[in-house]
């Protein structure tokens, strides 16, 4: 594989959006599109599509810190939606992004309804290519979580915003919730166009000498390998409602390796996202594409995409897939 | 296209462990090869490494000193919690994974040759960089006094300087040999009772240093200082109580190391307010009166 050119079996569409690879970098891990890039050797080409940084209305200072600490095979993040406000992103950050190296997906957070619809408008009359909903942070007091929690609000959230945007609309599922299958089919029905799945698990940390919370936030939410296996498992819930409405899934949750990628992909993401990985390695991104291409080759797959949904479930009973 | 002049200054390599040094109070010298991170280093630049390939993240850690012409990077490290102890174990021939350098270094100002460098514990390694590269800098004259403070012994042997220093308490006449070969006065502090250390804070020993001096003494006075933070906050203060300009270098947990995920902050005050800048990219060095103002 040559720098910038990556094999045609890992072309893939999503929402009617070319991606040069299934991989996508995940909002709040890359921030506002630029930043991994001071990594020699690491470039935006090798994903399909970067999510930048949420953003809100007016600009978030967000927590206190401590915002980060290492759990086993995870961290717990509590950044609290810092960003410098959605017209400063607009008019002073997406001119400076180069749009022929990726597709570039805002991330629309808020505190009420009206500020959802609000940053989505803005952003609809911008070059983003696409805009996610992220009605899954955890680490805020209102809207985020709160919102994605119940099925109802979910729904009136993305309503509201598909009236604003003809732009892809992509709705971030929490995995903290009961139903997240019941979720996903109300965002379907008020116009979601894809998903993804899922956001971080709240969680929190204690110091025992000072009996006080590392988290400045008190919680955070968890990420990398230690959720990889519920994360998989809500993708498949996903998918089970979103397949037939041929509505794309964004995978997440822990993804390191290949091998996780590929085990998102059967279970029925079309594209993958990359975060907290890429901490680690910051040109993980090129192993995954790497492993996957070798994947496909081997098991002679002409596209990546005809991988998606692969999983062979003719063994198991139908119950699983409903459990909460 | 916008220039994007930030891209490709962070080089990640695996790096060679050329030296693994172990010092009193679970302290180590890491030396490894990172030749691409050596040639751009500068005074307050740190690396990010792995410890571990259990562990999910890196360790941010101050550069000590740097050799572009063998191409080696050097750290001090303590042993703080499961990340350096594992990174303790590696040694000579092992491969860790740098990406480094990162971040904004000490700015020298030529107007302000008198330079008040500060290292408490593991604060100590920029130190010894910042002073090694005023001594090759043949522009400009450059005065520099280097305190020490610890509460483990020191790193290295200490010995009795050589090197007259008006202002400084009797008997405190301990220095960094390193500092003396490169004919840079220093002393050292310790709470510790260590011979020939100021008893007590660092900060105690600066403002021994720094009280006396008259107004146009003092515009000639930049003070750089990396410590705990407690150290820092005391370095910003007495600086701003004088008059006289600081930067300290921060620490705080990171994950990413390059300005993605905000999760090493800290507050600054600006012109506009407020401001939560990263520690990584925005940082490590900041002025000592935005993060720590005295009002």
Redesign the interface.
């Known amino acids: 594989m040559t720098e910038h050119t990556l094999p045609d079996s890992l072309k893939t569409t999503f929402c009617g959006l070319e991606f040069s690879s299934p991989l996508v970098l995940l909002s709040?891990?890359?921030?506002f599109g630029?930043?991994?890039?001071?990594?020699?050797?690491f470039s935006n080409r090798d994903v399909g599509a970067v999510c930048l940084?949420g953003t809100t209305l007016k600009a978030r200072?967000?927590n206190?810190?401590?915002?980060?600490?290492?759990t086993p095979?995870?961290?717990l993040?509590a950044?609290g939606l810092?960003n410098p406000g959605v017209d400063h992103v607009v008019k002073h950050i997406l001119?400076?992004l180069?749009f022929s190296e990726t597709r570039f997906i805002a991330n629309v957070s808020g505190s009420t309804l009206e500020e959802y619809v609000e940053v989505t408008r803005r952003f609809d009359d911008s070059p983003i290519d696409a805009i996610e909903i992220n009605i899954s942070c955890p680490n805020v007091r209102e809207g985020g979580v709160a919102f994605g929690n119940s099925p109802e609000m979910s729904a009136r959230v993305v309503a509201a915003c598909r009236k604003v945007t003809q732009k892809p609309l992509i709705t971030k599922l929490s995995p903290n919730q009961t139903d997240i299958a019941e979720n996903a089919r109300r965002c379907l029905e008020a116009g979601s166009d894809a998903f993804a799945a899922i956001n971080t698990l709240t969680g929190m940390a204690i110091d025992v000498e000072t009996r006080k919370p590392v988290i400045g936030n008190m919680q955070g939410g968890l990420s990398?390998?230690a959720i990889k296996p519920m994360a998989l498992l809500k993708v498949l819930q996903v998918y089970q409602v979103a397949r037939s409405h041929q509505v794309p899934i964004i995978g997440q949750g822990g993804i390191t390796t290949a091998r996780d990628a590929l085990e998102f992909l059967v279970a029925g993401a079309s594209a993958v996202g990359v975060g907290?990985a890429?901490?680690?390695?910051?040109?993980v991104c090129r192993k995954i594409n790497a492993g996957i291409a070798d994947f496909l080759a081997r098991q002679r797959i002409q596209r990546v995409g005809d991988l998606v949904g692969t999983l062979d479930t003719d063994t198991l009973p139908l119950t699983l897939c409903a459990a909460g | 296209m916008h220039p994007k002049p930030h891209r490709g200054t962070i080089f990640l390599e695996d790096a060679e462990v050329l030296m693994q040094e172990r010092f009193p109070g679970e302290q180590y010298v890491l030396r490894m090869r990172a030749p691409q991170c050596a040639a751009s280093a500068l005074p307050g630049s740190f690396i990010h490494v792995t410890c571990d390939a259990t562990l999910p993240m890196r360790r941010p850690m101050s550069i000590m000193r740097v050799s572009n012409k063998d191409g080696w990077v050097e750290c001090l490290y303590k042993v703080v919690g499961e990340g350096s102890r594992m990174l303790a174990s590696r040694q000579r021939g092992d491969i860790v994974s740098s990406l480094g350098p990162i971040g904004q270094p000490f700015v020298l100002h030529p107007e302000r040759p008198r330079l008040l460098l500060i290292g408490g514990g593991v604060g100590i390694p920029p130190m010894i960089f910042l002073a090694d590269v005023l001594r090759h800098d043949a522009r400009v004259q450059w005065n520099p006094l280097v305190l020490m403070g610890s509460e483990v012994p020191f790193p290295f042997k200490t010995r009795p300087s050589t090197i007259l220093l008006p202002g400084m308490p009797d008997g405190v006449i301990g220095c960094m040999p390193l500092m003396e070969d490169w004919n840079i006065p220093s002393r050292l502090a310790s709470q510790q009772d260590f011979p020939g250390c100021y008893s007590g804070f660092v900060t105690d020993l600066a403002r021994h240093w720094l009280q006396p001096l008259d107004k146009n003494a003092l515009a000639e006075v930049e003070v750089f200082a990396c410590g705990p933070t407690p150290m820092l906050k005391a370095v910003a203060y007495l600086a701003q109580k004088l008059g006289v300009p600081s930067q300290v270098s921060l620490e705080e947990f990171m994950a990413c190391a390059v300005g993605g995920c905000a999760g090493c902050t800290v507050e600054v005050r600006t012109e506009n307010g407020p401001a939560m800048k990263r520690v990584c990219v925005d940082g490590p060095v900041f002025d000592g009166a935005s993060v720590f103002p005295l009002s």
């Open positions: 709040g891990c890359a921030g630029e930043e991994y890039t001071r990594v020699a050797g940084k200072l967000g206190k810190p401590h915002r980060i600490f290492e095979a995870g961290m993040n950044i810092q001119p400076a180069d990398g390998p907290t890429l901490f680690y390695d910051p040109l």
